[in-house]
C-alpha cells in the first residue's frame, strides 16, 4: 500500500507525478514487479526515515536526491 510517506518520496524520485496516493500506488505498481511490492514498501519508509525525511529534508543529506539534483 501507497500512504503519503512513500507518495511524497515517489514524488521526489520521479517516479510517479500522481496527486494522489491511488495514482501513486498505480505508477509504482506498473515499475516495480509484484514480488517485490513488499519488502520495497518497507524499504521506501526506512531508506526515508534514515535519509529523505519529510521534515527538515536536506538534499544532500539522500543519495537519491543529490543524485537527481546533479542531473
Known amino acids: 500500500p ?12 520521479g517516479l510517479s507525478n500522481g ?16 514480488p517485490s511490492w513488499e519488502k520495497l514498501h518497507l524499504q521506501i519508509i526506512y531508506y526515508a526515515r534514515k535519509y529523505c525525511p519529510a521534515k527538515k ?3 544532500e543529506d539522500c ?3 543529490s543524485a537527481l539534483e546533479a542531473d
Not at 2 to 13: G, N, P, Q, S, Y
Not at 19 to 34: G, I, R
Open 2 to 13: 501507497v500512504d503519503t510517506h512513500i507518495h511524497r518520496c515517489a514524488k521526489r524520485w
Open 19 to 34: 496527486k494522489s496516493v491511488k495514482q501513486t500506488e498505480k505508477d509504482l505498481m506498473k515499475l516495480f514487479p509484484k
Open 63 to 65: 543519495p537519491i536526491c
Open 57 to 59: 529534508h536536506k538534499i
